[in-house]
């Protein structure tokens, strides 16, 4: 489920305007205690007055930051109320330093001793020009901390006052504040300006009201209108293309609307041909494309990516997606089957929420979408110290109870989900799927969880009513028909569940493997407890083709035998003892085979194979010590096992498990180890460090 479009932020007001006669009735400038006396006040223009207010300005302007505040702060020490000085401190402590509190301090000082000295009418010795650039620095900064209404009448006023009015900020406005008809209004009337920024601006504004109101071909076509247009925009002195990666961006988070996920890939890779100062950061888009299609090697290098791009914004642009990008970072280690570094990831995004001044998402979207996520780590915590606990005998009350405590401690972030979707428009929403007002950012291999979250009651009101929405929608069924099938199996109703998987999968996008492969298991589930093992052990084979991972992440169990093939070799024998007690394997025959065999120098091989004899993994297991015991090669050989059979392959998701004979470990292998160098770099970092 993708984020909500971006608004493109602005760091230089636009170019300087035509001056409007002002109304009587305007809005009236909150009085401040300035120092200072009469006669000041009625002095010519302060505008460029000292050579520290004119340096500071030339240095702001020509994107100088750092000399602009030290300039600035010169400026305020000779008087602290130098027009110029508050508001070069302001924007520079915004845009510079993230400062965003202080910043808004210099900026309404500067504008209420504007307003002190000239008055809201404008005289022709008066700075006007400066003003405008107050007026629209102030309501910027307004939309990033999320004061909207403030943000609609700092626009209202620029707009009786200065040409060409803002109008596409007011649509953008007007829609956080609900009021949709009004902000389509706005959109169309910018649209419509002679102003080319305007235009392009409305038809983006236009992009993001269609997403918040649910509608998937008008958003995908306003979008594409507003790409268009950015593509066709004039390039500006100095730079090397056009300004398009917010419009790619919103273009690729549309194209998932209506289920295009070739244009979603197309998109977002054009949005990554320059560095833009922007938070919608087109390789965490990527990342989650990838994800969701298992190329865990192609999401891994966009991560990276994603940091780096992260890593050269501004500052008080990084933390506008801090949160989002630790989300995408721990659903790749969930996937990964490294939920203890994802917790960390995911909590941070938790305790520290992004600022969701430019995006048109509301912050309980993301809340809910974090608390699912990390609710998904600490199941697959849970499931994994379960595994732990089976082949080491002598840590396995510890483990239990860990595993037990972990299980516990999802219970809040259950609670912060269900009172988040209370909104039965946001939870309709969110089962949709890839329209606005869900939750988000919430992949789509997610969005089950919430049968056990919310109960099935609730769900299946919520589900059919998303049914009926996307009726004219054929794309949308398998996605429905797969949670339906989740919600059949939660029910008892097996046929049913084992009928909708089947129905769903082959109708999903290609890109939607790790969709395919929960519902693939659900169905597989269905099928055991309804008695048709058959049935079961062909569906568990083609789930295992696409993502193994699931069947842990879910707590489920695969029908295996296990058989030793190094006779006399006590630490094989007593591997294949505690691998039978695994909580991912059911003994069961003619289901998956698991093989444990003796090397050369106290190695050992363990693979699974399909019932064909098909190998779908193999590890290898290094000799220990050589006083190693028994037991202790044993857990070895169970914990290598674990975590490499049950974790998403890295890059072969597509491949049939009839086509695996082995060949293709060694490329498993290397992309696993650039996760575990992705990781390690994270580990010596830590979260606080990673950007």
């Not at 990084?318 to 939920?339: M, N, W």
Request: charged fraction near 25%; include cysteine; glycine fraction near 8%.
């Amino acid at each position: 489920m993708s984020p909500s479009p971006h608004e493109p932020p602005r760091t230089k007001r636009p170019p300087a305007g035509r001056a409007r006669p002002m109304l009587a009735a305007l809005l009236a400038c909150a009085a401040l205690q300035l120092s200072g006396s009469a006669t000041r006040a009625q002095q010519a223009p302060a505008f460029g007055d000292t050579a520290d207010e004119r340096a500071a300005y030339d240095d702001y302007r020509n994107n100088r930051l750092l000399t602009a505040r030290t300039k600035a702060q010169r400026a305020l020490e000779r008087d602290e109320d130098s027009i110029v000085g508050n508001y070069v401190m302001g924007v520079v402590l915004h845009e510079a330093e993230g400062l965003p509190a202080r910043a808004m301090h210099y900026l309404a000082r500067a504008r209420a001793i504007y307003e002190q000295r000239y008055g809201a009418n404008r005289t022709p010795s008066a700075p006007w020009r400066l003003h405008e650039e107050i007026l629209f620095a102030t309501q910027r900064l307004a939309g990033e901390l999320e004061e909207h209404r403030f943000r609609l009448q700092l626009l209202e006023y620029h707009d009786a006052l200065y040409d060409p009015p803002l109008l596409s900020q007011r649509a953008m406005t007007l829609m956080r504040l609900g009021r949709f008809n009004e902000a389509r209004q706005k959109a169309q009337e910018a649209m419509r300006q002679g102003d080319a920024e305007q235009r392009l601006m409305g038809n983006n504004a236009l992009c993001a009201i269609e997403t918040e109101a649910g509608q998937r071909q008008p958003r995908f076509d306003a979008c594409s209108r507003a790409l268009e247009a950015a593509r066709a925009r004039p390039v500006a002195q100095g730079e090397t293309g056009p300004r398009i990666a917010v419009y790619a961006y919103n273009a690729a988070e549309s194209a998932y609307s209506t289920y295009r996920l070739e244009d979603v890939e197309r998109f977002a890779i054009e949005a990554t041909r320059r560095i833009e100062f922007t938070p919608a950061n087109p390789w965490r888009m990527l990342a989650r494309l990838y994800m969701d299609g298992g190329r865990i090697p192609d999401a891994v290098n966009a991560i990276r990516d994603m940091q780096r791009w992260r890593a050269a914004q501004p500052a008080y642009l990084r933390d506008q997606d801090r949160a989002e990008s630790d989300s995408a970072l721990a659903t790749l280690l969930l996937l990964a089957g490294e939920p203890e570094i994802g917790l960390r990831f995911a909590n941070r995004a938790m305790d520290r929420p992004d600022r969701r001044g430019l995006v048109s998402s509301k912050p309980e979207q993301a809340l809910g979408a974090h608390a699912l996520l990390r609710r998904a780590l600490l199941r697959l915590q849970s499931e994994i110290d379960a595994e732990t606990a089976s082949f080491t005998p002598g840590l396995a009350v510890g483990r239990r109870a860990s595993s037990m405590a972990n299980a516990l401690r999802s219970w809040p972030d259950d609670e912060r989900v269900v009172s988040v979707l209370a909104d039965d428009d946001r939870l309709v929403a969110t089962l949709r799927g890839y329209v606005g007002g869900g939750l988000e950012p919430l992949p789509s291999w997610m969005v089950g969880e919430l049968v056990t979250v919310l109960g099935a009651g609730a769900f299946a009101v919520a589900l059919e009513e998303a049914r009926d929405k996307d009726r004219a929608t054929q794309a949308a069924k398998p996605y429905h028909d797969g949670l339906a099938a989740e919600l059949a199996l939660s029910r008892g109703e097996y046929s049913d569940a084992v009928r909708l998987a089947r129905a769903a999968v082959p109708l999903l996008p290609r890109g939607e493997s790790i969709l395919a492969a929960r519902i693939l298991v659900v169905g597989a589930e269905a099928a055991r407890r309804n008695g048709d093992l058959s049935g079961s052990r062909s569906l568990f084979e083609q789930a295992m083709a696409k993502d193994p991972g699931v069947v842990r992440r879910m707590g489920f169990a695969i029908p295996a035998t296990v058989r030793v093939e190094s006779t006399g070799n006590a630490a094989a024998q007593r591997a294949a003892e505690l691998l039978r007690g695994s909580p991912r394997l059911r003994n069961e025959e003619g289901g998956f085979v698991v093989t444990v065999a003796a090397g050369s120098a106290r190695s050992y091989t363990v693979c699974l194979k399909t019932t064909q004899g098909n190998t779908v993994q193999c590890a290898s297991v290094p000799a220990g010590p050589n006083n190693e015991s028994t037991d202790a090669t044993a857990s070895r050989i169970g914990a290598v096992f674990h975590r490499e059979v049950f974790a998403s392959r890295t890059g072969f998701a597509t491949i049939d498990l009839r086509s695996l004979d082995g060949t293709t470990t060694g490329g498993r292998d290397n992309a696993r180890e650039s996760l575990r160098g992705l990781m390690n770099e994270l580990g010596n970092q830590g979260p606080e460090t990673t950007r």
